[in-house]
């Protein structure tokens, strides 16, 4: 029997056209558009003025506080503007411009590709690094890597998760990932294992990529107390509390984190990253983004510079299909829409998806029929449609008591209603307004 | 980049493609089966019957949303034509049909519009339309056409009663149990559906059949059918066993009258059944308890339909005792 998490979930059209596509290397862009805010937390501070002169991965913007991360040019050339540009949320936010001049990197940057798999770096210095070189979660929610290392007094890790599974249909950037940097991404899990002192990491793959499991099974005999799981195909595998739960049977408790259950979740991505970080100095400049869509040319994975434009990695592809009406920066379940092309791709960009005019839009909203499909595939065990309910007669109170907060928005509720009711949607205007209540009850 | 402009909405970006319609419409196909056998026993009078129910339902439904609440209109969504298929199954063939135009009224009218439609309605509407029309016409409620194969005739004059009825009249009578038992069909004719009854609620093995195909198309879960028929086997299995010549057995309880037409499509109806899997298993095992009370201990011969209507009553209690088990509600540290 496959490992899964016990309750709820669902299980989309997988469509992943662009699996067992080599990773391409998106020519140098001719300008980059670098947010300062590209991780959950403060963002950042410009230390770099207009008309100064970059090299690649040089810090251009520094973390502001614990929770954030540094930034870094991931061209060279010269910061034309610092002024507020519209990123993929779709609002404007403070952003570095640079125009790409040359090819020119930072000192210290190893770029020879050969593996280095020895580190003898202590944790802290091994948390220092990564603090450094700007890491945040790779798998979409961007949060600080060196945060989740720090393992808060009176808690203990006893285990690291490298969270593989790639549960959001379409997207193929992780799993390419692994089968061409395997080892790299091996060393870099045993990085993170020193990191936090843990003497065992578990490697969560869905069975739709068999291909990984049988790679990272042999790889992981090399490496010391890693081990690899094939987890069922089923939606939202890759959620950190349902890895948790189909890896070690640990149940997060309701507001708590995996570091409560003695649990560090990392995404394989950011594995990949930590290796480079740490084995190569190299800071966070670049990542796997897949683009895709049914009507896609050439479903392609790119290893793209961050602050590239969206369109460039588009026109890499095929270019803009006739018939598209959406585009969704991320997976299909969880991913947001951009209403523009000309935004920049940031550390959490993991896909680009283009949908038809047939896929665009949603079905008109019919009555509740109380078919309880929202409730059984609620992978929290919520009650979706309660919650919408209460959420649409305001009632802030009864939100709360059912649990609205304890909602991951994995969209499972949407995804399968009947009457096509904007479950998520009334949840997360429900869980901002219970979250202010709550934060000026406290004040 | 074209400059035409693109949707933004938030995620999930795709869907099921799950709807109402088809959940309806699967409900339908399920009840073909059934419909089927009735024209066989019950001839033109039951698909007379059945499109009368049908075509005043959506008539009615159609009405009302369009000129007393002056909306859209949703006759198309197929809980209409479900509710007047249900409605058509609950009564005889024979009744007269003026009575299933009222009926269907009730139905629609009180029972689902009055509450704001679908989604919305406490009760089973078919079900309600048929209490309504029991309590209101009880002669023409209760005089059965008897089953006849081939039967073309629109209006069959020749009636009988129903094995539920024979038996409880014979035993207030004072009629020993085993007698009255051969006077009805064997349980094999019972399963196949030769007795007098409602149109649909006759044949166990058309009903059976629907329901497997329910559950194969994911519309219902086997919670509240199996939990109703459980119940009833038990409770009448208890009965019998105690008294064999006061109560009769199982068998017989599972397959004559409603019990199964009850499972299977009344007490499934998702609307005003409780949400969660316990929840249903305590909601059917109420349907079978409160059926047995009213066929044994009661006066009327047949309780499947009081007993839904009365466990609807409480689904509002059972979805408030019965919240699924929550992720992580653990204590801390646990």
Not at chain 1, 277 to 304: C, D, H, M, Y
């Amino acid at each position: 029997m496959l490992k899964t998490f016990p309750k709820g979930g669902v299980h989309p059209k997988e469509n992943k056209f662009s699996a067992g596509k080599k990773i391409e290397t998106l020519p140098l862009p001719k300008q980059v558009i670098v947010p300062v805010s590209q991780q959950i937390g403060a963002p950042s501070t410009p230390v770099v003025a207009v008309n100064d002169m970059v090299k690649t991965g040089q810090v251009i913007a520094k973390a502001e506080g614990f929770v954030s991360a540094n930034i870094h040019a991931p061209v060279s050339g010269k910061v034309t503007k610092i002024d507020f540009f519209t990123d993929s949320s779709g609002y404007k936010r403070k952003a570095i411009m640079i125009d790409t001049e040359g090819d020119e990197w930072a000192d210290g940057i190893n770029r020879d590709p050969s593996l280095q798999k020895d580190c003898s770096l202590s944790p802290e210095e091994i948390i220092k690094k990564i603090n450094e070189a700007g890491l945040v979660g790779l798998g979409g929610a961007t949060f600080p890597t060196h945060v989740k290392l720090s393992v808060p007094k009176g808690k203990t890790a006893e285990y690291l998760l490298i969270n593989a599974v790639e549960c959001e249909p379409y997207l193929t950037s992780d799993h390419q990932l692994m089968m061409e940097k395997a080892d790299e991404i091996m060393v870099g899990t045993s990085i993170l294992m020193k990191a936090l002192s843990v003497s065992k990491a578990m490697i969560g793959i869905e069975n739709n990529k068999p291909d990984a499991i049988e790679l990272f099974t042999r790889k992981a005999k090399e490496y010391k107390g890693i081990e690899v799981y094939a987890l069922r195909v089923q939606y939202p595998q890759g959620g950190e509390k349902q890895l948790i739960k189909a890896i070690l049977n640990r149940e997060v408790p309701s507001g708590g984190l995996p570091i409560d259950v003695g649990c560090v979740v990392q995404n394989v991505g950011t594995a990949f990253a930590v290796y480079e970080a740490v084995q190569k100095n190299k800071p966070l400049i670049e990542r796997v983004v897949t683009v895709t869509g049914k009507s896609v040319k050439s479903p392609s994975n790119f290893l793209a510079r961050i602050g590239t434009p969206v369109s460039q990695l588009i026109e890499a592809a095929g270019g803009v299909p006739e018939d598209t009406a959406k585009i969704v920066n991320g997976g299909p379940m969880m991913g947001k829409a951009i209403n523009t092309t000309d935004v920049p791709v940031t550390k959490g960009t993991s896909g680009i998806l283009i949908f038809r005019d047939s896929e665009a839009s949603r079905k008109e909203m019919q009555n509740c029929i109380r078919c309880a499909k929202c409730v059984s595939v609620c992978p929290m065990g919520l009650t979706p449609f309660m919650q919408m309910a209460v959420v649409e007669r305001a009632l802030w109170d009864e939100a709360e008591k059912y649990h609205i907060l304890d909602c991951i928005e994995c969209g499972s509720c949407s995804y399968t209603c009947p009457a096509s009711r904007p479950l998520l949607d009334y949840i997360r205007l429900g869980k901002q307004t219970v979250n202010k209540i709550i934060r000026a009850r406290k004040a | 980049m074209t400059n035409r402009l693109l949707t933004v909405s938030m995620s999930p970006h795709v869907h099921s493609g799950n709807s109402v319609n088809k959940i309806m419409y699967g409900v339908v196909i399920a009840m073909l089966p059934a419909l089927a056998v009735s024209l066989f026993y019950f001839g033109l009078g039951a698909l007379q019957m059945t499109l009368i129910a049908v075509a005043s339902c959506l008539l009615f439904e159609w009405l009302i949303q369009k000129y007393l609440l002056k909306g859209k209109t949703s006759i198309t969504d197929g809980s209409a034509l479900v509710t007047g298929i249900l409605l058509a199954f609950n009564v005889p063939s024979s009744l007269p049909w003026w009575m299933m135009v009222i009926g269907s009224l009730v139905a629609i009218g009180v029972a689902k519009m009055s509450f704001g439609g679908l989604g919305n309605n406490p009760f089973n509407p078919a079900l309600v339309g048929r209490v309504f029309l029991l309590i209101s016409f009880p002669v023409e409620m209760t005089s059965w056409p008897k089953p006849i194969i081939n039967n073309l005739v629109l209006v069959d004059a020749q009636t009988g009663a129903t094995p539920l009825a024979l038996i409880k009249e014979g035993l207030k009578n004072g009629e020993p149990l085993g007698d009255l038992m051969n006077k009805i069909p064997d349980i094999w004719h019972l399963f196949l559906g030769e007795m007098g009854g409602s149109l649909g609620e006759v044949s166990a093995l058309a009903l059976l059949i629907g329901g497997i195909y329910m559950l194969m198309k994911k519309i219902i879960t086997w919670h509240i059918p199996f939990s109703v028929l459980g119940s009833v086997a038990l409770f009448t299995g208890i009965l019998h066993i105690i008294e064999p010549n006061a109560y009769a057995d199982p068998g017989f309880h599972l397959l004559a009258g409603g019990i199964m037409l009850g499972a299977i499509f009344m007490a499934t109806d998702m609307v005003t059944s409780p949400m969660t899997p316990l929840g249903q298993i305590i909601f059917g095992t109420g349907i079978g308890v409160i059926t047995v009370l009213i066929r044994v201990f009661g006066a009327y011969p047949e309780g499947v339909s009081f007993a839904i209507l009365i466990m609807n009553a409480f689904v509002p209690l059972i979805d408030k005792a019965c919240k699924p088990k929550r992720f992580g509600e653990v204590k801390k540290n646990g």
